[in-house]
C-alpha cells in the first residue's frame, strides 16, 4: 500500500479547472518529483494533498486514511509536513520561535527539544542564528528554517515547494544535499520543483504536470534521458 494516494484529483479555482483528474502514489522512502512549468498546477496539488485547498472531487488517502476532508491542521499531526513556496518564515520571530512554531502538535517537551538538537546538528546555522529575527536570515537561510520548522513535526512525509526558488547555484546544491539526507534518515519527501535536472538527480520516480494533467510518470533518472524532457524542462 501507498503511503500517499491521490486518486482522479479535481480541483477549480472558480469556473477555472487546475487540475483535471490527477492521480499519483508515493511509497514509504521514496523521494517523488512533480515536475513541469510555471503555471502546471504543482503548487495546487500541495496545497490539496495539505488541506490548503478542497478539491472538487477525487480522493486523498494518506497512511490508508482518506483526509480529503481533514482541515490543514490535523493533517500535520497525521505526520505530514508542508514547506512552502517562497519559504514563509515568520520574520518578526526568531530562529528559535519560529522553529518550536513547527512543533505546535506535539505535546512531549523533552521530544521536542530532541527534535530541536536534530534540526540544530542538521543545520548548524539555525543554530548559530537561533535568537535572531528570522526575517534578517538569507534567503538560503530562510529556506532552511523553513525545512527545519517542517522537521520539527516530526514528519512520515514531507511536501516541498519550490526549494531552490531564488538561491544562488551554489546554495540550490546545499539545498538539494539536505533534501537526500532527509531523505535517508527515513523520511519520505515530495518534491515540487521548477529546477528539473536537479529534482530528477535526487528523485526516485517523478510525474510530468502539463496544464493540470499528468502527461508521463516513470523512473527519474530514465525521464532525465528522456529526448523530450530534456528539451522541454532541461534547456537541452
Known amino acids: 500500500m501507498a503511503m500517499l494516494e491521490v486518486k482522479d484529483l479535481n480541483v477549480y479555482y472558480g469556473v477555472i479547472q487546475a487540475i483535471k483528474g490527477v492521480s499519483f502514489s508515493v511509497d514509504e522512502g521514496e523521494v517523488?518529483?512533480?515536475?513541469?512549468?510555471?503555471?502546471?498546477?504543482?503548487?495546487?496539488?500541495?496545497?490539496?494533498?495539505?488541506g490548503l485547498v478542497a478539491p472538487k472531487s477525487g480522493s486523498i488517502i494518506f497512511e490508508g486514511k482518506v483526509i480529503t476532508k481533514v482541515p490543514a491542521h490535523k493533517i500535520v499531526s497525521l505526520g505530514m509536513a508542508h514547506v512552502p513556496e517562497g519559504r514563509r518564515v515568520f520574520a518578526q520571530l526568531s530562529v528559535l520561535q519560529n522553529l518550536k512554531m513547527g512543533a505546535f502538535t506535539r505535546k512531549d517537551k523533552d521530544e521536542v527539544e530532541h527534535t530541536l538538537e536534530a534540526v540544530y546538528r542538521r543545520f548548524p546555522r539555525l543554530e548559530e542564528r537561533r535568537n535572531q529575527l528570522a526575517g534578517t536570515l538569507s534567503g538560503g537561510e530562510q529556506q532552511m528554517l523553513a525545512m527545519g520548522r517542517a522537521l520539527m513535526s516530526k514528519p512520515r512525509i514531507i511536501l516541498m515547494?519550490?526549494?531552490?526558488?531564488?538561491?544562488?547555484?551554489?546554495?540550490?546544491?546545499?539545498?538539494?544535499?539536505?533534501?537526500?539526507?532527509?531523505?535517508?534518515?527515513?523520511?519520505?519527501?515530495?518534491?515540487v520543483e521548477q529546477n528539473a535536472k536537479k529534482a530528477l538527480g535526487i528523485a526516485d520516480r517523478a510525474y510530468v504536470l502539463e496544464t493540470g494533467t499528468i502527461v508521463k510518470e516513470g523512473v527519474a533518472s530514465q525521464l532525465l534521458e528522456d529526448d523530450a524532457i530534456r528539451k522541454a524542462y532541461l534547456g537541452e
Open 32 to 50: 517523488i518529483a512533480l515536475i513541469g512549468a510555471n503555471g502546471a498546477g504543482k503548487t495546487t496539488i500541495l496545497h490539496t494533498v495539505t
Open 161 to 191: 515547494d519550490e526549494p531552490s526558488m531564488g538561491l544562488s547555484p551554489i546554495l540550490v546544491d546545499e539545498i538539494f544535499d539536505i533534501i537526500r539526507s532527509v531523505s535517508a534518515g527515513g523520511t519520505t519527501v515530495l518534491l
